[in-house]
């Protein structure tokens, strides 16, 4: 076991030199049109002679690209999550284990702008956007039943069907309501900021504990439901 | 934190039956989320695998060993526990977030730690479980949540223990508090007194049932017995209502500076883990509803209950019969007001949200007006507060017309049972059974019954708002200061050789922000630290004034660790200019001499003129009495900044801090400031954390952090050399800048060129 993980961070290790040379590819040409006009100091020699140069602190050298149908294909990865194959507009491949797929606008257009990024991890640091997604449509089906699959894991904001009771005690709202994920009950503070109604009239309820609960229509809810959640509105 | 939950028998079947005879439970954690459906799942984690059950049934394995990349991800309404195992990025568990994050994070941990040893070769079996003492944010008990930022369970406290420690705090008023019991108990003598006297009055003297009036000098006694109870009543009123101030402000005098010293005495850490506006509640709406309660409620409270005890035997004595008409109608009103109450609740809330909401929406565009006006949205501005006005006064209007019809009809409710009262007591009184002073009498009674039943539906509220107020209050001043000074600290005078040794330090423990850093300071020493945001650098500040206690490893000035020296002394002999500068209300003299009260005009003028600040206060017409500030005038942030930096080292202190002190500055603003500093760090040792490396160009060593570690440490010359992190910055700033010159440069010649070219053309023009 102890070889796998080597294994794998060898197998890291190239990926992020590779990133590095890519990296420090525009910036040499940037160096050498200096070098042309300006007398170069020693450093900059060094500089020019260093593939490692504009590591760490020069981070953000991921440029985000529109992904399509064309140049990227997503696939199920081994660990049941996203893996990526990239072709980048200079021709280059690049292959991703897994990436995480995020909605720019969850609430008001989840299938529209959806953000391919690295996943964050401990050794890199926060992850970066790979590319985004304009509209899921442009991709086949099967691949967006794929994205489907991970964002509904992700925007996990079951809908109630039917609330059950509201009880205030100190100061917390104690609900007890069915959601189309199974019974549950949760504890909300200030309902003032907690219960919001869009231009649309969903309802997007957060509680205490970071569940998110919705209600695409107030209106189609029972009455005895409606009554309970209506004075918050 | 609780690591180890119990299994259900069911799920505790299964994992004994997976796991093989070397493995050992370490830790079990609930998952919540599984499938897209709630569900109260369990992972086990032993020292070699994790395994997730659900409801009796194994759902998965994975090896523990060997995986790597552990880590927690915050999606929307959940979050997920993932790791690489096999070589492939897995999700293995979902769960809430509020309840189990802080638990998986440790998880993570643990795993790595995991890892790591067994990488060492340390037999795994030997290894420990980690634990943390992180505190819950919900009862144990009952599993509710504790009120807020607090570990007070308002299910599950203990009443007794508050009214006991409530008692002790009235040491030295309980005189003046007992007063309105006295004056209780006098008025319920004179409740029953007064209708008795005249009964007997209409009895003998008025309407007498045998016809023969009493002599005249008799009523003349009842008279002057009635009207001089009235007199006596009213004078021990005016007595209570003084005596009643004077306790309750004495007794919110006391509490709340109890609170305040307390709360100056604990530590950054303990008041940052609240937020102000709770804090600033706990010292004023907190304590006045202690003392409402305390002054008013309770005296009113007994009086009603001595009545209602004493006035229930009396009537029934009197008769029994009409004792009971009393009760007719009280399970409805009981009832009623019950449901009532919540009606009249709920309504009031509503209103009560709807009038924050426009106070909000005011208040953040008072605050946004500069906004508002550069992008021309008055109007749209206008509307959205008429739109949030009109709702909040529809819904107090709506308030009032179903209140007023509410309580009038409730009123007359509860009289339901004295007009029985009337019917049957007319009856007896024209039968001649009863006298009509006898009735009259009964009648009174009957309302004094009355009265304490309307107060019962609302004790049990005043009583526990009442609670979580107490709790509040008393937390903050039972808390221990968790900085605190030894049993005798010293008072040393400080010369400046600072000394790191192996700290690690989290704001939370199971996150750490410093992983064992090490670095010795001269004295006299200029050290520049320079980082990413967020790799800790303010932390080592924060540690290195104490404002934190490190988790492990040790800081000593001057060979003592600081831990022993005095607070006061500590940060006596330190001057700090932070990012944000804050001035108090009050004068620009007042805000130099802050850490020097008595600080002479002459030091004020010289701190001031050390840094670069002497001339624009000059231009103020009130020179250094200008008030800033909140309401004061102005100042911009290189003026705010200079004085912050008079203010840092009026007491000459040996030790300066300058946390990003230039960084909102502009390049001319900062040189001045630059110049000020050059004059000022000499002969102290100075710790400058600064974006742009040309502010540190004078310190003589740098340290650079990168996620919480040291990573390189030196001069500037030995960095350049190691070519690491620094010189990578070096170059990049260098870099930027040859980028702006030759920008610059580039559009110079452009013009210049465009200039010729134009003139060439005018020539050629007019030739
Ligand atoms: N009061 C605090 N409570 C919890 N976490 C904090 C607090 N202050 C800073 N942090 C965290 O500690 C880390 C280091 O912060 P800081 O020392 O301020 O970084 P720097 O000054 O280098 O930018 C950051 O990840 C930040 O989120
Ligand atoms: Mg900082």
């Known amino acids: ?233 | 934190m609780k690591l180890m939950y119990d299994l259900p028998e069911a799920d505790k079947a299964v994992l004994d039956a997976a796991m093989d005879g070397e493995e050992k439970l370490m830790y079990c954690l609930p998952f919540t989320i599984y499938e897209d459906k709630f569900v109260k799942g369990y992972m086990a984690f032993t020292n070699t695998t994790m395994y997730k059950i659900l409801d009796g049934k194994l759902l998965d394995t994975w090896p523990i060993i060997g995986s790597s990349d552990f880590k927690t991800e915050v999606m929307y309404g959940c979050c997920g526990f993932y790791a690489k195992v096999n070589g492939s990025d897995t999700l293995i568990c979902q769960f809430v977030s509020g309840r189990d994050l802080p638990r998986y994070a440790v998880i993570v941990k643990a795993c790595e730690i995991l890892n790591e040893q067994h990488q060492k070769k340390v037999d795994i079996k030997t290894l420990k479980p980690i634990t943390n003492s992180t505190p819950e944010r919900f009862c144990p008990k009952c599993g509710r949540p504790y009120i807020n930022a607090t570990t007070i369970c308002p299910y599950c406290m203990d009443k007794k223990e508050i009214y006991k420690k409530l008692f002790a705090m009235t040491k030295g008023i309980r005189l003046m508090m007992c007063f309105p019991f006295v004056v209780a108990v006098f008025s319920v003598i004179f409740q029953f007194v007064v209708p008795w006297v005249e009964g007997k009055a209409i009895n003998e003297y008025i309407n007498p049932s045998n016809g023969v009036h009493g002599p005249m000098s008799g009523f003349v006694v009842i008279v002057i017995a009635i009207v001089s109870i009235d007199l006596f009543q009213r004078a021990l009123g005016v007595a209570q209502g003084r005596f009643s101030a004077i306790a309750g402000n004495k007794f919110t005098l006391m509490l709340k500076t109890l609170l305040y010293e307390k709360l100056q005495s604990l530590s950054l850490a303990s008041i940052q883990r609240r937020t102000t506006g709770d804090l600033m509640g706990r010292v004023n709406n907190d304590t006045s509803v202690m003392q409402t309660f305390v002054v008013s409620q309770l005296p009113t409270y007994f009086i009603q209950a001595v009545t209602f005890v004493l006035a229930l035997p009396v009537l029934a004595v009197m008769n029994w019969r009409m004792c009971l008409f009393v009760f007719v109608p009280i399970p409805l009103v009981v009832f009623i007001v019950a449901k009532v109450w919540d009606f009249v609740q709920d309504r009031n809330r509503k209103l009560w949200v709807l009038s924050t909401r426009t106070g909000y929406l005011l208040h953040d565009i008072l605050n946004g007006i500069r906004v508002v006006k550069c992008f021309g949205q008055e109007e749209r501005e206008i509307e959205r507060f008429k739109e949030s006005s009109i709702r909040s006064s529809d819904q107090s209007e709506s308030n009032a017309k179903i209140f007023d019809t509410i309580f009038p009809l409730l009123g007359l409710l509860i009289r339901f049972g004295s007009y029985l009262i009337l019917l049957y007591g007319n009856m007896l009184v024209f039968h001649r059974e009863m006298e009509l002073g006898t009735l009259h009498q009964i009648n009174s009674y009957a309302n004094m019954v009355y009265a304490p039943l309307m107060y019962i539906t609302f004790i049990p509220r005043t009583i526990s708002t009442f609670m979580t107020s107490a709790s509040k209050v008393f937390e903050i001043l039972e808390e221990e200061p968790d900085v605190q000074d030894i049993g005798l600290p010293i008072d040393i005078s400080i010369e400046g050789e600072i000394d790191v040794k192996n700290v690690t330090f989290g704001y939370e423990s199971y996150n750490p922000v410093l992983e064992n850093v090490s670095v010795h300071i001269n004295p006299g020493e200029m050290i520049g630290i320079v980082g990413h945001s967020g790799s800790g650098k303010s932390t080592l500040i924060n540690l290195i004034m104490r404002l934190y206690d490190v988790n492990e490893g040790e800081i000593k000035i001057d060979e003592v660790n600081i831990k022993d020296i005095s607070q006061t002394a500590l940060r006596g002999q330190m001057g700090v200019v932070l990012q944000e500068t804050f001035l108090f209300s009050g004068t620009i003299q007042d805000n130099i001499r802050y850490s020097k009260p008595f600080a002479t005009e002459e030091e004020v003028i010289r701190a001031a003129k050390a840094a670069n600040a002497h001339d624009f206060i000059m231009k103020m017409p009130e020179g250094y009495n200008t008030l800033v500030g909140e309401k004061g005038y102005s100042l911009s942030g290189g003026e705010r900044q200079r004085i912050a930096i008079a203010r840092a080292i009026i007491h000459d202190p040996k030790i300066l801090i300058l946390d990003e002190a230039t960084a909102s500055l502009d390049t001319e603003t900062e040189k001045l400031i630059q110049d000020a500093l050059t004059k000022l760090v000499k002969n102290r040792t100075t710790l400058a954390i600064a974006h742009r490396l040309s502010t540190l160009r004078n310190a003589d060593k740098l340290l650079v952090l990168d996620h919480g570690r040291v990573s390189e440490f030196g001069t500037h010359a030995e960095l350049l050399k190691n070519k690491g992190i620094y010189w990578k910055l070096v170059m990049a700033q260098r870099k930027m800048n040859q980028d702006v010159e030759r920008a610059q440069a580039e559009k110079a010649a452009a013009e210049k060129a465009a200039a010729e070219k134009a003139a060439a053309e005018k020539a050629a023009a007019g030739a």
């Open chain 1, 1 to 233: 076991m102890a070889e796998d993980k080597k294994k794998k961070s060898a197998e890291s290790e190239k990926a992020d030199d590779k990133e590095n040379k890519k990296a420090a590819a525009p910036e040499k040409t940037d160096d050498e049109a200096k070098k042309s006009d300006e007398k170069p100091k020693d450093d900059k020699k060094e500089l020019l002679d260093d593939d490692d140069a504009g590591d760490l602190i020069l981070e953000h050298q991921r440029e985000s690209i529109p992904l399509t149908r064309e140049n990227a294909v997503f696939t199920r990865s081994k660990g049941n999550l996203i893996s990526l194959k990239l072709t980048k507009p200079d021709g280059e491949v690049e292959e991703f284990e897994r990436v995480v797929v995020m909605r720019a606008f969850p609430i008001s257009n989840p299938d529209e702008f959806l953000s391919v990024r690295e996943p964050d991890t401990k050794r890199a640091g926060q992850g970066h956007e790979i590319g985004m997604i304009r509209h899921m449509s442009d991709f086949d089906d099967a691949t967006q039943k794929l994205f489907l699959e991970e964002l509904d894991r992700r925007y996990f904001s079951p809908k109630l069907i039917k609330i059950l009771s509201v009880k205030d005690k100190f100061g917390y709202l104690y609900w007890d309501a069915e959601t189309t994920s199974g019974h549950v009950t949760f504890i909300m503070n200030n309902p003032f900021s907690n219960i919001r109604v869009l231009d649309d009239g969903r309802i997007i309820m957060h509680d205490i504990d970071g569940n998110v609960f919705e209600i695409p229509d107030s209106s189609k809810l029972d009455k005895t439901s409606f009554k309970k959640i209506e004075i918050y509105l």
